[in-house]
């Protein structure tokens, strides 16, 4: 995307001099565009203005230029602000109107020394108004904004309407701009946009980053939830797979059993209660993890096809794990001493919702050298989403110990891993032996993981290379030394096989002992 | 060698238009880490108040910086006094931070900026502490600056912080000058830019809230404009979050120009000078919605009017744009 933009921008910023040339206009008037053809800026030598006001000048101005952005007939200008700075240079910003009332966000600012025009810069829109008469009254439409923020006390100031066309798509919809703002505990500063034909919200915006949920360690975040009925449920339906196949995000409370599920509820999306800790976190982890897979490697939820994510919590008493169950995570409490509430690691629910995404990729079998690849490939995305350092479920792993970890992939032996095929452990195919040591020989893959992220200095690009061997190079009984090929391959695909990426792969499987 | 005189000015002029009441006075405090500091207050009848008359805008326009009380509710506001101008209480930690570092935000802005106050024209400078119990937030609301107490866990008093009262203070500036809109590129403009500025005034590292983020963790940040990814922002146009969350990500996405500002910064070894071109192009050449690539255009232009478009500082601001993928 960003390679085509470079070459759309310069090319049409070419074109756009060259015609000026040939035209015969200012030699060195310069217009650029972005990609969809958008005008950003006018620039140069571009002739007298007329006018003793700033504001006059301003406005020839853009009779000079509006060929250039395209400026419709109907739209007409007022200055909005004039200020001349330390070199003589005067700015003077101008905001669209339409039917003399102002249009939110078109605004051009012209620069001009003594009155010669240097340029034109800034955000026109060329727009159809679809009503040139409000139908509501100012007073409708600021109860209207008000109650779209779900506040019922006092405001801190009065609110105010002003009558604006609001740009969506190609129209300017007459609407009243509304600021509302309140001191609560979670005060508000939101800017509203109510229609003032049918009083229908058009945009709220909360200048105010509001904290609505606290999590394991105490910490706070904001969290997606959806309210039915004035109740809050834990149920985010912000992502892109809720506009395409109408799924959600939803968490869930096992109340400390193992079979039923509650839904979790809050009266005013402020979610603090204790209980609730683990439930914001899974919830807040799952849309992070969501969003990673979505718009870094362009999978749209575990199955590619937008599945619901669902995890449940407090399962359990004192449940020492956490575990995808092949339809939805669940975490337990921790005894406390050994664990924390499991949800509280990001790396962890990363790790267990890759397990997801491996049993619809490569299908990998939790058995032996495929078994430990299953573990290794969850470690690395949870590495690769929770970047700030090389330990896996650091977060929640023994409270009472600081610094400690699961796992450690950069350093596996420091959590009694093998970090090379040397110290590989042929353990029995049983639970008791973990299924072939799928939690102990995950370390020598790890240990490739880290090095081969660490070596390119990316552990994005790491794990993208990661990602697509499972999904496209891998099958559900590839072993180490398959992993280094189907890894290989995938980095050739990506980054050809003569890069420095493809050489340093190598490395850093070759130096785990893997070939 | 001009500031003592300002200030005599200033104390002569605060006892020549009060009469004999009020006199501008020099008190210690103890800030949110436990540091001393020399802070501006104002003597009343024998009582000592959080009011900083020794900045220009007093003796320009009778404005002057103060700090109220919020005594962890969320309406009334009350005053600070304190009887020997040694402001050593637990409760006054917080108070002494927001009024020593907008105080460093004034002058920055009156100095470096040669602006006069957040809009320009020497508006006083009011914040509040204590907000609310445990509030894990400080935000501008339109009029003033208002700071919570942290619970403590996820932060410590946020006004204990220079980078973050500094980026709140910017966010207030913006509304006076290219007014963005708080919502997707524009909205992360306005994050980045407030950062920048926090960034310029606590200039001793590139992360952003180190000093009151998880007093249990140490070296750990809200954000940094160095790596961006790690807090799990991105800091190149390839990693660009898309999502409704957050007005669009405002807080992710301004890892993209933040990175542009440290490369900037860095490659030409100047803070400062990076903030005036960022200040310039903000005041002069931004839009309410302005995009990453206009924010390109608008630091460009500034520069040029600043030093020249051949001028090595107009290269390397191109050349830390394009790093992160904004053309």
């Not at chain 1, 959600?248 to 009266?267: C, E, K, L, R, V």
């Not at chain 2, 590129?185 to 000093?211: H, K, M, P, R």
Request: net charge negative; with cysteine.
């Amino acid at each position: 995307m960003n390679k085509k933009f470079v070459a759309t921008l310069v090319l049409s910023s070419l074109v756009a001099s060259a015609f000026a040339i040939n035209a015969g206009a200012a030699s060195d008037k310069q217009t650029l565009k972005d990609e969809t053809g958008k005008v950003h800026s006018v620039d140069g030598k571009l002739g007298k203005l007329n006018g003793k006001t700033a504001e006059e000048r301003a406005l020839s101005a853009i009779e000079k230029v509006k060929g250039d952005f395209k400026i419709k007939a109907d739209s007409k200008f007022k200055s909005k602000s004039s200020h001349k700075d330390e070199n003589g240079t005067t700015h003077t910003k101008l905001n669209q109107t339409i039917n003399g009332i102002p249009v939110f966000g078109s605004e051009l600012i012209v620069h001009e020394a003594n009155g010669d025009l240097q340029g034109v810069s800034g955000d026109y829109k060329a727009l159809t108004a679809n009503a040139d008469k409000a139908s509501l009254t100012d007073a409708a439409a600021i109860d209207a904004a008000v109650a779209s923020t779900g506040f019922t006390g006092e405001l801190s100031s009065p609110a105010q309407a002003e009558l604006v066309y609001f740009p969506q798509g190609d129209q300017a919809v007459l609407s009243y701009k509304v600021n509302v703002s309140y001191l609560a505990d979670i005060p508000g500063r939101w800017t509203v946009f109510v229609n003032a034909v049918d009083g229908s919200i058009v945009s709220a915006t909360n200048k105010i980053e509001s904290a609505t949920g606290v999590g394991v360690l105490g910490d706070s975040k904001t969290i997606n939830t959806t309210a039915k009925s004035g109740t809050y449920y834990l149920e985010d339906r912000t992502k892109y797979m809720t506009t395409y196949q109408g799924n959600s995000i939803n968490t869930y409370n096992f109340n400390y059993g193992t079979s039923s599920q509650y839904y979790f509820t809050d009266a005013d999306n402020y979610w603090n209660s204790t209980v609730q800790r683990a439930a914001v976190d899974a919830h807040y982890y799952a849309g992070k993890v969501y969003d990673y897979y979505k718009n870094s490697l362009g999978r749209n939820s575990y199955n590619g096809a937008g599945a619901a994510i669902i995890s449940g919590v407090h399962y359990s008493s004192n449940y020492n794990n956490a575990f995808w169950e092949g339809t939805q995570m669940v975490y337990g409490d921790g005894d406390g001493s050994t664990f924390r509430a499991l949800s509280g690691a990001y790396d962890v629910v990363a790790h267990e919702l890759t397990h997801a995404v491996t049993e619809h990729t490569s299908g990998l079998i939790y058995e032996n050298q495929s078994g430990a690849l299953n573990e290794s490939w969850s470690d690395a995305m949870a590495a690769v989403m929770d970047s700030a350092d090389w330990q896996i479920g650091e977060d929640v792993y023994t409270p009472g110990i600081s610094g400690d970890a699961l796992r450690s992939m950069s350093d596996p032996a420091s959590e009694g891993q093998p970090a090379h095929m040397n110290q590989y452990q042929n353990l029995p195919n049983t639970e008791a032996g973990d299924w072939g040591g799928v939690h102990t020989n995950s370390g020598i893959p790890n240990k490739a993981f880290y090095n081969f992220a660490t070596a390119i200095g990316s552990r994005a690009n790491a794990g993208k290379v990661w990602y697509t061997a499972s999904r496209d190079y891998m099958t559900s009984t590839t072993n180490f030394s398959g992993a280094r090929a189907a890894t290989l391959k995938a980095a050739a695909a990506l980054y050809g096989s003569t890069s420095s990426t493809y050489t340093a792969l190598a490395n850093a499987w070759s130096s785990v002992g893997v070939y | 060698m001009k500031k003592p005189l300002l200030l005599t000015l200033a104390a002569t002029l605060a006892v020549t238009l009060l009469g004999s009441t009020a006199h501008a006075a020099t008190g210690t405090g103890t800030g949110v880490l436990g540091d001393t500091k020399s802070i501006n207050t104002t003597l009343k009848s024998g009582t000592y108040y959080l009011e900083d008359q020794t900045k220009y805008m007093y003796t320009q326009k009778g404005s002057s910086i103060n700090t109220y009380n919020y005594r962890n509710g969320i309406s009334a506001q009350y005053f600070w006094t304190d009887a020997d101008n040694v402001w050593n209480t637990t409760t006054q930690r917080a108070a002494v931070d927001a009024h020593y570092y907008t105080g460093l935000v004034y002058d920055y802005l009156y100095n470096k900026l040669g602006r006069n106050s957040y809009d320009g024209n020497g508006a006083p400078m009011n914040v509040g502490v204590h907000y609310s119990t445990n509030y894990n937030n400080i935000f501008w609301n339109g009029s003033q600056l208002i700071c919570g107490d942290g619970d403590g866990v996820t932060f410590r008093p946020l006004c204990g912080a220079l980078d973050i009262v500094a980026h709140e203070w910017f966010h207030a500036v913006i509304d006076y000058t290219a007014g963005f809109v708080y919502n997707g590129q524009s909205g992360a403009l306005s994050e980045s830019w407030a950062d920048a500025f926090g960034a310029t005034l606590d200039n001793n590292d590139w992360l952003i809230g180190e000093d009151v983020y998880t007093p249990a963790t140490a070296g750990d940040a809200v954000r940094s404009m160095s790596n961006p990814n790690a807090y799990g922002d991105p800091d190149h146009m390839d990693e660009y979050v898309t999502t409704t969350a957050d007005n669009g990500g405002v807080h992710t996405n301004s890892g993209i120009p933040n990175k542009a500002f440290y490369n900037f910064a860095t490659s030409i070894g100047s803070r400062d000078i990076a903030m005036k071109i960022w200040y310039i192009a903000l005041r002069d050449y931004m839009t309410s919605t302005a995009t990453f690539h206009d924010a390109r255009l608008a630091t460009l232009a500034a520069c040029a009017q600043l030093y020249g478009s051949s001028s090595t500082y107009y290269t390397r601001l191109a050349e830390a744009w394009t790093a992160v993928g904004v053309l």
